[in-house]
T-cell receptor, first 112, second 112 residues
């Protein structure tokens, strides 16, 4: 079966712009989580959605937001981009909560 | 903040040798998971061990969990050059809205 699909794979944005990243989970998976990965901070948890409800949120400013649709696809949005937002953004899907997570290839965001 | 901390941060071994990586964590957990990441790509789930399990095997991988010491180890036997990657442990703490939290990872280099 198809894995987790993240689009786009690469993105270059200018400071102050906003960006929307998309994640299509494995068919049948209802839980989607987002992570930010940078060399200095490692993998930082952003949010988790389950059946369209935000179940958990990490310590990120309000510029970071997300949502999940009825088909379990998820989007995350970052407004007013800053240079420090440059990172690999990873999406993971799980069948349920507390089961193994399957990751997409990530979206590499570069803010210039 | 990182719940799991891996040790060592970097490991270099010869092909055919065994690689042992350790993870320590701070709070009670539901499960502990190990993931692999090849350079700049998504994470691949390797193995999940639940808090009531002590050891688990999957192919050349062996994971142990000691909840009294709040530690886990990942052993890769007969390593191959293709095992070169970063390895992360991730813990899911107990609690209603716990989230999967990753360590900073171990860089494993397997020399041919």
């Amino acid at each position: 079966k198809a894995g987790v699909t993240q689009t786009p794979r690469y993105l270059i944005k200018t400071r102050g712009q906003q960006v929307t990243l998309s994640c299509s989970p494995i068919s049948g998976h209802r839980s989607v989580s987002w992570y930010q990965q940078t060399p200095g901070q490692g993998l930082q948890f952003l949010f988790e959605y389950f059946s369209e409800t935000q179940r958990n949120k990490g310590n990120f400013p309000g510029r970071f937001s997300g949502r999940q649709f009825s088909n379990s696809r998820s989007e995350m949005n970052v407004s007013t981009l800053e240079l420090g937002d440059s990172a690999l953004y990873l999406c993971a899907s799980s069948l349920l909560v507390r089961t193994e997570a399957f990751f997409g290839q990530g979206t590499r965001l570069t803010v210039v | 903040s990182q719940q799991g901390e891996e040790d060592p941060q970097a490991l270099s071994i010869q092909e055919g040798e065994n690689a042992t990586m350790n993870c320590s964590y701070k709070t009670s957990i539901n499960n502990l998971q190990w993931y692999r990441q090849n350079s700049g790509r998504g994470l691949v789930h390797l193995i999940l061990i639940r808090s009531n399990e002590r050891e688990k095997h999957s192919g050349r991988l062996r994971v142990t969990l000691d909840t009294s010491k709040k530690s886990s180890s990942l052993l890769i036997t007969a390593s191959r050059a293709a095992d070169t990657a970063s390895y992360f442990c991730a813990t899911e703490p107990t609690g209603a809205n716990s989230k999967l939290t990753f360590g900073k990872g171990i860089t494993l280099s397997v020399r041919p």
